[in-house]
């Protein structure tokens, strides 16, 4: 495409500076007309654009042409506005330099579209993010948007800028844009009221006749057709072909929503578009004794409605005019033609005011608050024009293209060639006209235009316009770029009574004088403003505040105020960047493909062009105090980078001998380098973006290394602290633990000394714990079984838990052996106890009959049948059951001989069988025994006492025993023998233990005897010599 590009654009010369007859300007309009007529409408004086309107639409404005030229030093591909905006992006986000684009050429030359298009390839080069896409569309929407409100058809120009704007688009630090700002200067307002033939209103309100929805003009109480409106036919060009007023209405509407525009503030700016149409159309009629009156009411109802305001005071305010003379107030009707100049001057201060609203809505909607680095200023501006009939809006647009062609030549012709000379550069000076003779004529004080219209303005008296001439007159009748029909008789002929001329740069204009002070004065009566003021519609009644009408001061007039804003305005300009593009008008007919030579080669000479191309030809197209280009460059350079030692000066020099500039490229002057192609330049600025790579690569180490590092240093300060802090913590707990530890310790010592006491505070933990500590232990050592007699100390203070759990324990134990032993055990074991309760310390052999269980028969087997066959069935009553039996030695109570027997237990008596025949020896009925008795030692001897009386004597008698006494008997198992008749013969109370030495025993016939209990060293039972029985029990 690249290629395409080039092999297309072969046509003359692309840099005017190539061209071999550089001082003659047929040449230059020969080239601008080859090229124009091979449709290349862009050609380069160095880097000033000169662009010819084509009037007619090319397809080089779209995505690919912007890639193209994205990037790109611009010499290296053919002129384009898209290479200016580039170049321009570029130096603002490379060197940080705020920068501007100045626009100029007259009017219809193509400066509206320029900018247009250097706004849609900031936007379309720039990163596509979606809070970015919110402010670019703002960016881009808010040209349809002012110039529905700001341009209109004129003669020259089908959409001419009314008003001047200049634009900054604010960029971050990425390039990227972030929003805007918009300063407008002084719309033609007066067109709001009037228009010249074949020319128009502004586009809105025949954009919103034609493109309003019926619902919204019978709201507004339009009709469809602009031919209704005094203020829209005045020119009689309502439909113009070139516009399509119906789809730009659309286009306003999607603007008004893109910038933020609610539908409240939408309806109340229609309302006053509306207003203002309404408005024209009120018509006065005269009275016979001259007060004005309204002579159809219905607009003004209209207008009251729609800008809510009371009916009653706006057609007073229509009507009447309030004069405050000596603090008195007085008002006095208006006769007809005064009437109309308040109606007319009520909608151009309306729709002023309106344009002005409209425009810091748009600021509103592009302020942003996010960080800017970088702006680009867009000026463009109304051309410089000449009509039929010129006014006092044309002498301040002309005195605007002064001020701005001026710059030009401050910045590309005067200040530059003074540069050389300063810089003390072998130079020659270029001859050109200086336009700053007419820019004083206009503003200088006391004499200049502005300061005499100013002044005829206020002086009292009655000034008028013609007053004002002749004041003009008067002053600078001499003047070269002054003419008049009174101060220059050749030109008496072309010049009226009531005109000026002036030779501007550009051209001569005959301005009328009429309506110049009216014009200057801006005024809009008092009760007009205060009607307004009153109005309910949210931005009249903004537009037209009520501390306005407080404010005595005289406001300065139109012409100073415009006068101060293009001042301002050129301060800004000169603080930044410029580039320009001079925008050529082809024809005068608005027609493509027509090249009119005359015309063209007018605006050559006038815009300086020439002489333009001869400084650029002999001069350098790019210079740079030394400081910067070192700064900038110095690391293409070993001997430079990364400081010079020495001065700026020669380290530039260094620099530019190591590059291999040649002699012809550079100059050194006092305090800048000069270069003279942009090519040097252009390969020193790629030589630098290839460095920046490797130097990026060296700061990115660098930085990484000083980011570890820093953040390694901030860790092992982190580490640090939270180890400190850690220590301290983890202290804080060991002190606390030991302090608990302690107080622990001490309440346990506490508790130990005052355990015994009754439970109090000192000794609450330490009982506790030792109760705790006890039944744990206890818990581990519990006794198994019945038998198990273990049972773990308690302290002293538990002695009686501990008592009664083993009791508990035991009793539980107990229980649970109770529960798991037989009938027949269990008879047993009572037997047992009833034994222990007899003889349990109380004889000697008592322990050792505890192991062996009683049992029911001690005798053996065979011998027992015998003795139950033979006892059963002669001794044993039918009723009586045997309960016991076992061998026993029975001594007989004289002489104590031995005697063998089986002792039976029956549930009635107690039975002695002979051992041998089982032959009845003895029977005796319980009841008749009154005691048992043995020793406490260890011997077997038991003795049964019988109760010899009577009665007793008689049982015996009838079984036929002898009853001789108590009965001594001797038993190996003498505890079980003993208890087994303690038991069956229901006898407990009868059982004694004798302790003594011996026993009386008692004999028939009421005699005793003695049985002695001995210690010997061998256990025997014998009688002893002394007649008693003895009872021997070994030692
Ligand atoms: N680059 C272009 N390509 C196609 N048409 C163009 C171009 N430049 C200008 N035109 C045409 O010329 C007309 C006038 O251009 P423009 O409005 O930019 O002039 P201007 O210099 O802004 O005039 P004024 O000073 O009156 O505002 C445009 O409406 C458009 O039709
Ligand atoms: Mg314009």
Redesign the pocket.
Known sequence: MENELHKRDHTGVQDFVLLEDFTNPEAFVDNLRKRFTAKL?YTYIGPVLV?V??????DIYNEEYVQIYRNVNFYELPPHIFAIADAAYRSMRGENRNQCVLIS??????????SK?ILQFIAASSHHMNDVEQVKDRLLQSNPLLEAFG?AK?N??????RFGKYMDIQFDFKGIPVGGHILNYLLEKSRVVHHSDGERNFHIFYQLIAGGTPLLLSKLKLTKDAENYHYLTQGKSVRVD?LNDHKDFNHVKHALDVCDFNAKEQEALFAIVASVLHLGNVQFEENDDGPANIADFTPVEHISQLLGCPEGILQSALQNKTIEAKGEKLKSPLNKDQALYARDALAKGVYDRLFTWIVKKINDSLNSRRMKCGLMGLL?I??F?IFGVNSFEQFCINYCNEKLQQLFIELTLKSEQEEYQREGIAWEPVEYFNNKIICDLVEAKPVGIIAIMDEECLRPGEPTDSTFLEKLNHNLGQHPHYISHSTDAAARKSIGRDEFRLLHFAGEVTYSIQGFLDKNNDLLFRDLKEAMSKTSNMITSQCFPAAELQNKKRPNTASTQFKTSLAQLMEILMSKEPSYVR?IKPNDY?RADQFDDRIVHHQVKYLGLMENLRVRRAGFAYRRPYEIFLNRYKSLCPDTWPHYRGSAKEGVEALVNHLQYSNDDYRLGKTKLFIRFPRVLFATEDAFQLRKHDLATIVQSRYRGFAQKKKFRTMKLAAIMLQSHWRRVAAQRLLKRRKLAAERIRGFIKGFIHRLEPECNDNKHFIQYTKYNYLIKLREQLPRNVLDKKWPSAPQLLKKTSQLLKDLCMRNHTLRYVKSITPGRKAQLEQKVVAESLFKGKKENYAGSVKEMFVDSRLESSHQNMVWSTFDTKVKQADEKVQYSAPVTKFDRHGYKSRKRVMVLTDKHLYLLDEKSYLLKDKVPYQQMTGVLTSSLSDGLFVITINMDENGSKEALNENLDSKGDLILHSDRVIEVVTKTIIHGKKSEAFRVISEASITHGISGGKKGCIEFTRGPTSAVKKAKNGNLCVIVAQ
């Open positions: 409408i662009s309107n084509p009037y007619q639409n090319f050429g007259e009017s219809g030359s193509g400066k509206t579209e320029a298009k341009n004129t020259r120009n089908d959409n001419s800028s070139a463009d109304y051309g024009e925008c608005k």
